[in-house]
């Protein structure tokens, strides 16, 4: 964004490579917030905003490189004031640059620890989202989250270095084409060496919405991929598990109801989860690998973010305790498409709706309808017709 003449005159900005696609009115919610929505509507419908000197529509998107005139005034006391940098001690500092495994123009990639949340909430004042300021350099943007980690899960986690990217990453996320593979281990082991679990997700009632349950009747669609790499006996196994979907806790409630929790997870599995002897008690379950499309531009260079997380101490030792080799899992995702999205599946419905209506057949008028074939009279209805009868004497 270009920098702007003073507030009194036409404003002029270039579009960023960053604001590349965004909707106009969204722009200047990122940009120029103190600008409301009302103001913006009747800037457009007066013809005062301006893209390449053309008129504009608050739902137009823009282009990278395009022009925008923006007229004066319309500043707006702001009903929220805009988070300061939070100030953060050496030791954050020191604990946020250590999970960093990658960076780019439009992402931080971090191996979040097990036991430190993402977020923030009752009684959590130590989460991944407080220590982002540790990125913010000068005048950029802060760094946000655009998917999590459950507290206690470790591995891969993405950090948004713009607004930009972050809708781009989140679109990625939704509509499922990034790609997640995570390393569990887990009690007993499963009859089936590999398959998919597909069981439906809900709210456990009673629970506060902090635990689910599968219920066929109400539950979301859930789909889970998973491979035994090794098995220790019958004890233990480790495994690969693939979110195809994107449940609360989805990894963690399947494996439970199959019969194999996660160790280490009391909360799905009960004591079940726990193994006899000095194997940890915490999860062992690991956000291994992540592979997403990266954007183009200023923000980015395109191509894919491939990102591998080295396990924790705890999830190491248990490996080597139960005589594990890392080596024998690349943590490769399924080929193929992603399943469905929901916006996927209402656009199919109505494809098929609307050739359901192509498909039927038309009124036709009377000229379209076939003339009935001309009915057969004599004896032998299949025989030729019958001749002129000879003439007759007539009544003497």
Not at 3 to 30: G, N
């Amino acid at each position: 964004m270009s920098d702007p003449l003073p507030s009194s005159d036409v404003r002029q900005f270039t579009v960023s490579p960053d604001d590349d696609d965004i909707r106009l009115d969204r722009w200047f919610k990122r940009h120029l917030p103190q600008v409301g929505f009302a103001t913006v509507s009747r800037w457009a419908r007066t013809g005062q905003i301006r893209v390449d000197g053309k008129r504009a529509k608050p739902e137009d998107r823009l282009a990278a490189g395009q022009v925008l005139r923006v007229p004066p005034g319309g500043d707006q006391p702001r009903g929220k004031a805009a988070p300061a940098k939070r100030e953060l001690t050496d030791a954050q500092i020191a604990e946020a640059e250590a999970m960093v495994l990658e960076r780019t123009p439009a992402a931080i990639v971090l191996n979040k620890p097990p036991g430190l949340a993402t977020q923030g909430g009752t009684k959590t004042h130590s989460h991944v989202d407080g220590l982002l300021d540790a990125f913010v350099s000068g005048e950029e943007p802060r760094p946000r989250l655009v998917h999590r980690l459950d507290k206690d899960t470790s591995g891969v986690l993405l950090i948004a270095r713009t607004p930009g990217s972050a809708a781009f990453f989140s679109k990625r996320f939704s509509g499922r084409s990034a790609k997640k593979v995570y390393w569990a281990l887990v009690t007993g082991v499963p009859d089936v060496a590999h398959g998919v679990i597909e069981a439906p997700l809900a709210k456990q009632p009673g629970t506060g919405g902090e635990k689910m349950h599968v219920d066929e009747e109400n539950g979301q669609p859930a789909k889970t991929r998973y491979r035994v790499v090794e098995r220790a006996g019958n004890a233990a196994a480790w495994v690969e598990l693939e979110p195809l979907t994107g449940r609360t806790h989805q990894l963690r409630a399947h494996m439970a109801a199959i019969g194999h929790p996660i160790v280490g997870d009391g909360k799905y599995g009960g004591q079940e989860a726990f193994l006899t002897g000095s194997v940890s008690r915490k999860m062992h379950l690991h956000a291994r690998r992540l592979i997403i499309d990266h954007p183009v531009g200023k923000s980015g260079g395109g191509g894919k973010l491939d990102v591998t997380a080295p396990l924790p101490e705890h999830f190491a030792a248990s490996m080597i305790q139960l005589g594990f080799d890392e080596s024998l899992s690349d943590a490769s995702p399924t080929e193929g498409p992603p399943p469905p999205s929901r916006e996927d599946k209402k656009q199919a419905a109505r494809q098929h709706a609307k050739q359901l209506r192509k498909s039927k057949p038309t009124r036709r008028g009377r000229k379209d309808v076939p003339k009935a074939p001309p009915k057969k009279t004599g004896p032998n209805k299949s025989g030729p017709k019958p001749g002129p009868k000879p003439p007759g004497r007539g009544k003497r």
